[in-house]
């Protein structure tokens, strides 16, 4: 008697060694591709953070609510200069914030809805100054800088602000020659007095006031835009609640 024979137990071969092979070689490949989109990410972060910065190469700036205990506090007569560009004043100076700022500059743009909210809520409690700070990597900061002080000789320099940040995207990357007509449609939207402005945006009086901002500037530490001083001393501050925190804090003090 023939008992039944037993099936024999199929052959199930492992991968050939040319497909481990080639598994190995993408999974490093999908490893150098996430490494490269981590160093990426981590590059636009910083630059986010940083805001734009001069010729010369500055650390970093990582964003804090309070000063650096080692930050210096700057001649406050050098940096404020004559303080006449402001989104509001108090009637003592128990806190001046001051931002040097360069119109074409996208993170100015992006913080400048922050320090406009800051002076509304603290209208007369605290004083914020801008001064000019046009960077040489952008073609138009010096012209737009012009126009917000040809804004100010006529007491429209808050919403000369307002304009040329709001409306950065409309001229930033346009030639000079079709972005001053832009300049020229902000200041007409603000009621000035057109031939005043012409002629103040090509005084060597308004000239002088901005190369004034940046020798003033340079000489109190700022190198990039935008850059902050509470007080004479300088302080990161990239968010509406940083600001506010930092300024009730000094406030209650």
Same mark, same amino acid.
């Given at each position: ?6 099936p ?9 060694? +040319?497909?481990?092979? /080639? ?17 990426? /990410? ?10 734009? +910065?001069? &010729?010369?190469?500055? &650390? ?7 000063? %650096?205990?080692?930050?210096?506090? @700057?001649?406050? &007569? ?8 402001t989104?509001?004043? %108090?009637?003592?100076?128990? @806190?001046?914030?001051? =931002? #040097?700022?360069?119109?074409q500059?996208p993170?100015?743009? !992006? ?10 809520? #603290? ?10 700070f046009?960077? =040489?990597?952008?073609?138009? +900061? ?11 000789? !006529?007491?429209?320099?808050a =919403?000369?602000?307002? &304009?040329?940040? %709001? ?5 930033k990357?346009l030639?000079?020659?079709?972005a001053l007509p ?10 000035l ?6 002629a103040d945006?090509?005084?060597? =009086?308004? +000239? ?10 340079? /000489? ?18 990239w968010? #509406?609640?940083?600001m506010?925190?930092?300024?009730d804090? @000094?406030?209650?003090?």
């Open positions: 008697m023939t008992s039944a024979a037993t024999a137990p199929e052959f199930s071969p492992g991968p050939h060694p +040319a497909a481990l092979a /080639l598994t190995a070689h993408a999974a490093r490949a999908v490893a150098r591709r996430r490494v490269i989109a981590a160093a990426a /990410l981590l590059l636009a972060t910083v630059i986010s953070v940083s805001g734009c +910065a001069a &010729a010369k190469p500055v &650390a970093p700036i990582i964003p804090t609510t309070v000063p %650096s205990p080692t930050s210096p506090v @700057v001649d406050r &007569a050098v940096l404020e200069g004559d303080a006449h560009n989104l509001t004043t %108090s009637d003592d100076d128990t @806190v001046t914030l001051v =931002e #040097y700022a360069d119109y500059c993170p100015c743009a !992006q913080i400048s809805g922050f320090v406009e909210r800051i002076a509304n809520e #603290y209208d007369g409690r605290i004083t914020i100054v801008v001064r000019n046009p960077l =040489e990597m952008h073609d138009k +900061a010096v012209t737009a800088a012009r126009v917000a002080e040809a804004a100010s000789r !006529q007491g429209k320099f =919403e000369m602000y307002a &304009a040329l940040f %709001s409306g950065q995207q409309s001229w990357d030639p000079e020659a079709e832009i300049f020229a449609g902000f200041a007409a939207d603000l009621g007095d057109m031939t005043r402005y012409a945006l090509a005084s060597p =009086e308004v +000239a002088a006031v901005v190369e004034k901002d940046l020798a003033d500037g340079t /000489l109190s530490g700022v190198e990039g835009t935008p850059t902050i001083f509470l007080n004479g001393q300088r302080i990161n501050l968010t #509406y609640e940083q506010k925190s930092t300024i804090r @000094v406030l209650s003090e």
